[in-house]
């Protein structure tokens, strides 16, 4: 019998404080510029006169992350996570808030995009490894539910903070006021990084940045053509799935395709519940809204439930570092099925709308105990010199697949139903949703529990 003990202190000893305040710093800022954004987009695109590329601020945003998401991997298997803490935060995700913060034009905005994107991807891979340096196993799953709960604040006062910003201050302050923020935090970054000693091993050959460009691309040419149907867009959209397969088959470990047991089946589990969630999490406003018709604000409401259920649950396998976290997975993909499912059922006319918090409650609940035991797993499958290579190919996985699944949701209104009339689409993506969720529990069963 085992007994559990709770790790006690971990985040705010003397050796772990400043890693602590620092990495929980930069999750907020990327969180609250990620809420912030979504909030203030229809006034930023509306004033600069670019209603016909409204969702190019984001998707230029994930194009850049994939990049720098490979390219922080190889250099911290390299060189350690010090250079991407730091290059991260300053030079790139600042240049960021202030290019698109004075922006005058679309360029210029999504020009600020691309840098964000660059800077989220480079620290986002490099905090991870920073927790792999700094805490033990025992004591990372404290650390995971604290970058959760970092998700918490921004989740829930973000999207209101950023609107009363944008009607009394303007949208350009949205960017702006998190600029000094961004320096403190690289002042603390800084300071880490200089404890931080690396002793590279032996390197494998990996795939370069050509390679990371050929995703980039293979992700903007498909949302693009899902955007755009036309012919043409048949055209470049089939080429861009083409490069994105033959890109991420390299830049994702051997057999996770195939979901082969061990580290494999750790990245592609990353894959097909961040695809699951992000698919739900995308058009369930649209059914709150157009379905049932709830205001803008009560049709938000579901997913700041997710939030505060995915920060509880992450605070709960944080408590217990002994449990099995091959079951705690299965759970959440099983959790993350049935939230889908509702999904599938709440966006039609005949279902109750309120169930969405229901489903919203145990998704993000689902999430929060998975997402922590995927990133526990990934640490025990991979060598220390691999752990930047399987950190970056688990994040992009992440990207992509939800890429995907968002993306497939926005074909299926083109094909079967309308923006306006939305429920036969959801009611088909939340099925397919679903079917990625159980696939995750079946594939999550072909390995040994550990008790």
Known sequence: MIVESRPRGVLWTAEHRMTTVASLLVVTLIAFENMGVATAMPTMVADLGGQRLYSWPFTSFLVASVVATVLSGRICDRR?????????????????????????SMALLLAGRVLQGLGTGLVLVAVSLLIALVYTDRERPVMYAANAAAWVLPAVVGPTVAGLVTEHLGWRWVFLGLAPLTVVGLAMLVQVARRLTHVPGEQQRRAGIVVALAAAFGVAALTWAAQHPSPAALAYGGAGLAAL?????RLVPPGTVTARPGLPTVVA???????AFAGMEAYLPLAMTTVHGYSPALAGLPLTATALTWSAASAVQGRHPDWSRETLLRAGFGMVAVSVLLFALVAQPWFPGWIAFAACLVGGAGMGIAYPSISLLLLRFSPEHERGFNTSAMQLGDWVASALTVGFGGVLLGLVASAGRPAPALGVLGLTLAALALLGVVITRRWPTRG
Do not use: D, M
């Open 80 to 104: 350690g996570p010090a250079l991407p803490l730091i290059a991260g935060p300053a030079p790139l995700f600042l240049a960021g808030l202030l290019v698109a913060g004075t922006a005058r």
């Open 245 to 249: 397969a033959l890109a991420v088959r």
């Open 269 to 275: 589990s990353r894959a097909l519940l961040g695809g």
